[in-house]
């Protein structure tokens, strides 16, 4: 199978729509997709809400080629991505037995029935693994179902770089220059046009006293986006550029 | 005018959804709307690309009561937010004498071509104000243009708590307790079917010494929620009850 090109997240939980608590999980993902060649380019953020999860599902899983969820997956009340997803697909939740014998190892004599809601899977469920996270991640389709805990979510990123590994990463340059967008927006609009496969980005930079703006170049081709960046930098005013950097 | 009750937000920028940088104003617009009785219903986060921010803010604008965009509105080739709202509502962009006074006064002498790319809005877009903040906040129908930046995102929360205010803000209580969600289930299923216009959150904590879970009691009116706070904690074992906390 191809490696993936592009992904979509999703985001669920109440808390990070009433900003309880800050979401934790999104730039990890997309720093590990971008190191595996594959491009995030939709984030979507929903309430507990099984309707609102499965629409998005089903949406997000037929337009992007591999799709993450994030959230929702323990035993209780407002758990239900699982359901969700089941819905998303028309299929039923099941019992895992694999899941079921982790768990019952895990807890032992503390085991209860809450604890064993979370060894539902939508019927169909894939469950992968790899040496170094023996745990299981369940995958519906191309949808992951990833947990919103930060530490157990970050925990998942290698499952994710080793088995959807294949594509060809993004390389990322930058540099730093003390003009002002307003000042720097003709030469970059010269560089945009000459350079249309190099993705260049402009970032102004508040109070801070080096530099007013950061300029990225991003392509999968690290040539390519070394000349564009050497572009500016030539027909930048000499002492307007501060740093030139690896991203 | 009715107080708008629900909200929705755009975030734009390839930098968030590479991982470049991480997200900084969602969780500050979160607790600005919470405060005023405005629920943050759906977030979505696009790159910077004219027809999926214009089709985005589109179906946000119709089903929500508030919209609020971040990024993309400086003056370089990848600020494209004024322009995808223009097409949005079907209008075109045009120069707002206001906004160039300022930027000319702002500017003086130093200022360029590129700078004037500031002053664009969306033809009918309005102008806010606050006593606090002088510069424009541009308003298209029900949709707020604010800018990226955090440190000018948060800037514009004031003038949104102004002239949005009016609805009944909401409440949240919390405890935290010893019990991992599983041996928690039972008790907060039933705390939840008998309370069920208070929203309960359920959150684990990760390596945490002195707790478990965290669970979060939301509604608008405060003796409902403060009920179902009690509710819990008079079922919870004495031993298993860590902290009562206001939010």
């Known amino acids: ?40 380019e939709r984030v979507v953020m929903v309430l507990d809400d099984r309707t609102s999860i499965a629409h998005e599902v089903r949406s997000l899983s037929k337009s992007y080629d591999v799709v993450f969820t994030s959230g929702g997956v323990g035993p209780t009340h407002d758990d239900v991505t699982i359901a969700s997803v089941a819905e998303a697909f028309g299929v039923a ?15 032992g004599s503390d085991l209860t029935e809450g604890h064993l809601f979370m060894a539902r899977i939508p019927q169909g469920a894939e469950l992968v693994t790899t040496d170094e996270m023996p745990w299981h991640t ?19 990123m290698p499952v994710v770089r080793t088995l959807l590994a294949g594509g060809v990463a993004f390389q990322s340059l930058a540099i730093y220059t003390t003009l002002d967008e307003g000042h720097l927006k003709p030469l970059l609009d010269r560089v945009v046009a000459e350079h249309p496969d ?8 508040w109070r801070e006293p080096r530099y007013r703006t950061k300029v990225t170049f991003d392509a999968r081709d690290l040539s390519l986006v070394e000349r564009a960046r050497d572009a500016l930098v030539a027909i930048l005013p000499a002492d307007a550029l501060v740093r030139i950097d690896e991203e």
């Not at 939740?93 to 807890?107: A, D, G, H």
């Not at 995958?139 to 970050?154: A, E, R, S, T």
């Open 1 to 40: 199978m191809a490696p993936p090109q592009t992904a979509a997240a999703l985001i669920i939980g109440n808390e990070i729509l009433s900003g309880k608590i800050a979401e934790g999980n999104l730039r990890v993902l997309a720093k590990t997709l971008g190191s595996i060649g594959v491009r995030l």
């Open 93 to 107: 939740v099941e019992q895992s037995p694999e899941i079921e014998e982790m768990l019952r190892m895990y807890y």
């Open 138 to 156: 369940i995958v519906m389709k191309n949808v992951w179902i990833l947990p919103g805990v930060p530490q157990i979510f970050q925990m998942k």
């Open 198 to 205: 190099v993705d260049l980005g402009s970032y102004p930079k």
